[in-house]
């Protein structure tokens, strides 16, 4: 499990010291769905950097199963908010990249290439460019080449930020499918309320910039669920008024 | 799906239109004919127009130069030069370009170093590099070895500077995902780098092609006895309008082939681009 323990994040810009994140402590029990969400530009993501080692905290200390967070592991993995697939990989290729640093014999890499194109629904597109994909198959192609390798713990960047209302709802479905067949660890950051409350076991609020932890919130929906049925119920939307209440006061702070 | 929908229409868009074969191929047929046409034109223009208004002795006449040609060709001589010629250009562009990318590479890649040498490649760079000649032949003699410096000189430096912003270029991101994925420095270089940089380095290669013949072409006419140039310039050195003129289509002739070679290669390792105006 991600332990966070009081970790502080700054950046040293042209107009000095901006602090990121300020002391932030969290426990990420094994096996959980947990979305950060704040107000954009609050750190999140920088947050996000730190739990995969991309950033070096300031301040405290990241540790996963108890041991500090140094270099990278083949345990957790990333899915970032920008396009990421090699343009000059096709779908398949770009899949396999985890499977080709291990020694994996071909026919074990094509079958479990194969398994998770279709898990995301691309079969019959191994062959193609990333040119030759819309934004949708893209970021289901980014979603198998994480899941791939089985990572213990996902770490996913507004994976679904820039794609539009209807088609967001059928990549959650996808995304909780693909959760529900190995029930890694998840960490999600987003904006979106709605997104965080379908997806999540706990919904972290954070403050605006420095992110602090402004609420820790568990969502007790049943699971299976179904994304494209409780967007709209009235239990999600019950949560995501109480969670817009916390989350107007940080708004109101930055408009001032 | 409005995804599938856009999907679709990305396919058909990406596709070689190969539904409307008349549409593609008219314009091209025509193009080639028009080209055909126009190259018989100017030979034409040359044979009974220029070579009879002005004098033979200056501009020489098509049907004297292929039958020089004929003649380099029947008494084996063109064999020597062109091998001599091709040679250093192939010798010269091989280690100017390995050499090239292995230093770009660096320059790139370590950050300590590219800042250091940056201001040197960049100076040797602006330096005419066709001046070195008469300091290669003083160090080398005039055979093959002071040409196959000059062509590596300015091959490399071409090769170098490309390969250097190519790999500078890299989106960081790329980079990131495979270090995630617990990846070494080696497996970066070979996965992302290489294939990332891949572009500018055939670019360069492309472009350093023209320049290894210039090089070597060059290099004979400063002193030779033997080679493309070194005929080209005897033939001068004694009045040959006609020698010269064959010169010249041979190394035009040598010039485009490897262009071609170099494209041939080229869109074989970059299919994953859109081929512009398909």
């Given amino acids: 499990m991600f332990t966070f323990n009081n970790v502080s994040v700054e950046f040293g810009t042209n107009r000095g010291i901006v602090r990121a994140v300020d002391n932030v402590s969290l426990d990420i029990p094994k096996q959980n769905f947990v979305c950060f969400v704040g107000p954009s530009g609050c750190g999140k993501t920088t947050l996000l950097n730190a739990a995969a080692g ?60 194969s398994r998770y194109l279709s898990l995301v629904k691309l079969d019959g597109f191994h062959d193609h460019y990333p040119r030759q994909l819309s934004g949708g198959m893209r970021r289901r192609a980014a979603l198998a080449r994480t899941w791939i390798y ?30 529900e067949s190995n029930r890694s660890t998840v960490i999600f950051v987003t904006h979106d309320l709605a997104e965080a409350v379908t997806l999540a076991d706990q919904v972290v609020v954070f403050t605006s910039r420095p992110a602090r932890i402004k609420a820790v919130r568990k969502i007790d929906l049943p699971r299976p669920r179904d994304p494209l049925r409780l967007h709209f119920s009235p239990e999600v939307q019950a949560i995501c008024a109480e969670l817009w209440g916390l989350l107007e006061d940080e708004l109101k702070e930055v408009l001032q | 799906m409005s995804e599938q929908i856009s999907t679709a229409v990305e396919l058909t868009a990406a596709e070689p239109a190969g539904k409307k074969p008349q549409r593609i191929s008219m314009p091209y047929v025509l193009v080639n004919v028009v080209r055909v046409g126009l190259f018989a034109a100017l030979i034409a223009c040359w044979q009974w127009v220029l070579t009879p208004l002005a004098d033979p002795f200056y501009v020489s006449s098509p049907s004297r130069v292929a039958m020089r040609l004929w003649e380099w060709t029947a008494d084996g001589s063109i064999v020597v030069d062109l091998l001599y010629t091709l040679e250093s250009t192939f010798v010269g562009y091989a280690i100017g370009a390995l050499s090239g990318v292995a230093v770009g590479f660096l320059m790139g890649r370590v950050k300590f170093v590219g800042d250091v040498l940056d201001p040197f490649l960049d100076a040797l760079n ?20 002071p040409k196959i ?105 040598i010039g485009l082939t490897l262009t071609h070679l170099i494209r041939m290669l080229e869109r074989h390792s970059s299919r994953w681009r859109p081929q512009d105006g398909k």
């Fill in chain 1, 54 to 113: 991309l950033v070096t905290p300031c301040g405290g200390t990241v540790t996963y199963n108890g041991i500090p967070r140094s270099g990278f592991n083949r345990k957790v993995g990333y899915v970032t908010q920008n396009e990421t697939l090699f343009p000059w990989r096709t779908t398949a290729e770009n899949v396999r990249l985890a499977l080709e640093l291990e020694n994996l014999s071909p026919e074990e890499v094509r079958s479990r290439v």
């Fill in chain 1, 150 to 179: 089985e990572p213990e713990t996902v770490l996913m960047d507004e994976p679904f930020g820039a794609l539009d209302a209807q088609l967001k709802l059928v990549m959650q479905k996808q995304l909780l499918d693909l959760w």
């Fill in chain 2, 126 to 145: 602006s330096l005419p590099r066709v001046a070195l000649g008469p300091l290669f032949i003083l160090w080398l003699g005039i055979d093959l070895a």
């Fill in chain 2, 149 to 253: 410096l000059m062509v590596a000189s300015l091959v490399f430096f071409v090769v170098a500077a490309n390969t250097r912003a190519g790999v500078r270029d890299v989106n960081p991101d790329y980079i990131n995902v495979l270090r995630i994925m617990g990846a070494d420095e080696k497996t970066i270089l070979r996965k992302v780098i290489l294939p990332s940089a891949a572009g500018w380095i055939y670019a360069s290669l492309q472009v350093a092609l023209p320049w290894a013949l210039i090089g070597a072409v060059i290099g004979e006419m400063i002193a030779s006895d033997k080679g493309m140039g070194y005929q080209i310039l005897h033939s001068g050195g004694i009045l040959d309008s006609t020698g010269i003129f064959a010169g010249l289509v041979v190394l035009m002739i």
